[in-house]
């Protein structure tokens, strides 16, 4: 407060308008929710340097999973597509049954050569597994 020559309190000027800011659309219908304003008002900032690079490699590894069973289902129709017109053929009921023989073999550098033996047995237990849920 300022004092004049002849010593009386000058009063500070009023604002010309004061007038409440008006909120409109999700932020009036969120006030009503009983969610803090502190709340409303939030802005979005990038999370740590730690947590970068945590969701940045568990996304990779989640999106290269992702890609990988894609392409293998991809892979799998296209054989099973090879072999369609042999499932179309009408077996007699006297025939014996259709054999299949499967050879597992070592790749060159393949350190784990009884691997794809353990997942073809595997495949087989499931798909009996399915073909009998089925019945």
Request: aromatic share 12%; glycine share 6%.
């Amino acid at each position: 407060m300022t004092t004049s020559s002849t010593g009386t309190a000058s009063v500070p000027p009023a604002p010309a308008s004061v007038t409440p800011v008006k909120t409109s659309g999700v932020r009036t219908i969120l006030r009503y929710t009983g969610i803090p304003p502190s709340w409303i008002d939030k802005r979005p900032k990038l999370p740590s340097r730690n947590w970068l690079i945590f969701l940045s490699v568990t996304s990779s590894a989640l999106g290269l999973y992702l890609y990988d069973r894609q392409q293998c289902k991809k892979i799998r129709q296209e054989y099973v597509d090879k072999v369609k017109h042999l499932a179309e053929i009408p077996v007699d009921p006297f025939d014996k049954p259709r054999r299949v023989t499967v050879y597992g073999a070592k790749w060159p550098g393949d350190e784990d050569f009884d691997q794809g033996l353990r997942y073809f047995r595997k495949y087989v237990k499931v798909s009996i597994t399915v073909f009998l849920l089925r019945l």
